[in-house]
């Protein structure tokens, strides 16, 4: 043993309290405060930047908040509390002036000005498609197609009927109400409808954000305590459940494997990646002029083609994904925070809420889907509560209310799975919808 070691060069224990233990995120408090501190004075006396800086600055300031909040807090955790906080608390904000003038420009600069919108929208379509497993793409979704359709048929033709029985026609039930639901969530799926449906109908998207927000949460929540009940079932009645297997012959582990190989990030595969999901995004804008759907469907069913036909090398397809990951972990609650701001009305999400004719009709789409799904499990050869959930994941708030459903059943390891329903069984939705839109409008 050596006895000269010098123990003033050894690290300290720090056994005693410490501000830099908490965190706002992945932020120290303290620093967080300092940061905030800074970004709102400079909002307050009107030296906030009216341009990308200070549109990120305030909007991560408040999202990282917010998204850590709805994670922290019991019940609101499970149901997509990040989500919900980062929407509704700006939106009661802008209600009730509580975002004072400067940080309104900022965030408008940048939401608008800049596009961000639509930069979101392309590295979280071309990332989250490219860097799935090609044969979890299509064995998934092979495995996945009849309670998927099975469960979207039934879960629109549920949601129109109730939607009748309360006084809904069915062009609002359908468009305004089931197909957020079914959309894939709010980045990959309301956005670019939302965008769509302004081409279309010629309105600003604006105006359809709020409408369609409201859907995909309440159906959210439906599907999350349904998992929950599900897990219990599953404890109760074990022949049905495969505690996180979806197919009885187990043959679930190949394409699991495949799915967790996780490769290193290389920083000018990132670089690439961006640039492959500007020009996915370019690419839907001019085809649309010749093609005559919306650039950003386009762009999502481009997408899944180039993935399905695997030619996009591995190192690019690598880069997207890296992209995708970087943008969907760092700014997807910023982004929440300028859709409460400037797209979602508080006085209109109040209106929806208090219907309980809406509610009713978020209700049984998401019902009639998941119960689809355990049915035709059961003549599949799979598992009738892990075809359910998976089923289930088609509703909602997209990744993120993919953790929550199936942390709520406890069966993580149908995340695979999960994604297929929620991508492309939304991006198929929402290009459905798109058309018919334009045919029906």
């Not at 979890?136 to 998927?148: A, D, N, T, Y």
């Not at 925070?337 to 998401?366: F, R, S």
């Not at 059961?378 to 993120?400: D, F, Q, R, W």
Request: glycine share 10%.
């Amino acid at each position: 043993m050596d006895n000269n070691v010098n123990t003033a060069e050894l690290p300290k224990e720090s056994n005693g309290f410490s501000l830099m233990n908490f965190k706002v995120g992945v932020i120290p408090l303290p620093l967080y405060l300092v940061l905030a501190l800074i970004i709102f004075a400079a909002s307050i006396y009107g030296k906030l930047p009216a341009d990308m800086i200070g549109g990120f600055a305030f909007m991560m300031i408040m999202g990282i908040f917010l998204g850590d909040v709805g994670l922290k807090v019991p019940v609101l955790k499970d149901i997509g509390g990040p989500a919900i906080l980062s929407i509704f608390v700006p939106s009661i904000m802008v209600f009730y002036n509580l975002i004072n003038p400067s940080a309104m420009k900022a965030i408008t600069a940048l939401m608008k000005g800049s596009n961000f919108l639509y930069l979101y929208i392309s590295c979280l379509v071309a990332g989250s498609i490219l860097g799935m497993n090609r044969k979890v793409l299509i064995q998934g979704f092979m495995r996945m197609f009849v309670p998927l359709v099975v469960g979207t048929l039934a879960a629109v033709a549920a949601g129109l009927l109730v939607g009748k029985l309360f006084g809904y026609d069915f062009h609002r039930t359908f468009f305004y109400i089931v197909i957020p639901i079914v959309g894939g969530g709010i980045g990959e799926g309301i956005i670019p409808l939302s965008i769509a449906y302004s081409e279309i109908l010629g309105k600003p998207q604006e105006s359809f954000i709020p409408q369609l927000i409201p859907a995909a949460m309440i159906g959210n929540i439906c599907a999350i305590m349904i998992a929950g009940y599900l897990k219990k079932l599953g404890e109760r009645r074990p022949e049905l459940s495969g505690n996180g297997v979806l197919v009885r012959s187990g043959s679930d582990d190949e394409v699991m494997a495949a799915q967790s190989c996780d490769k290193p990030i290389e920083f000018p595969l990132m670089g690439a990646g961006l640039l492959i999901a500007c020009s996915f995004f370019i690419w839907g804008k001019f085809a649309e002029t010749f093609i005559g759907i919306p650039g950003a469907i386009l762009m999502i069913f481009s997408a899944a083609i180039v993935k399905s036909l695997n030619i996009m090398p591995a190192k690019m397809e690598q880069g997207a994904y890296h992209m995708y990951r970087f943008i969907s972990a760092s700014l997807t609650w910023p982004l929440l925070v300028g859709l409460g701001v400037l797209y979602t009305p508080w006085k209109d999400v109040v209106q929806v809420l208090a219907d309980p004719g809406y509610i009713a009709i978020c209700a049984a789409t998401v019902i009639s889907m998941i119960a689809s799904g355990f049915f035709i499990g059961k003549y599949l050869n799979m598992y009738p509560i892990e075809s359910a959930i998976v089923t289930g994941c088609h509703s909602g708030l997209g990744g993120t209310g993919d953790v929550a459903i199936l942390s709520a059943s406890n069966r993580m390891e149908l995340m695979p799975f999960a994604q297929i329903s929620t991508r492309i069984g939304g991006a198929c939705m929402i290009v459905l919808a798109t058309v018919l839109m334009k045919m029906f409008h």
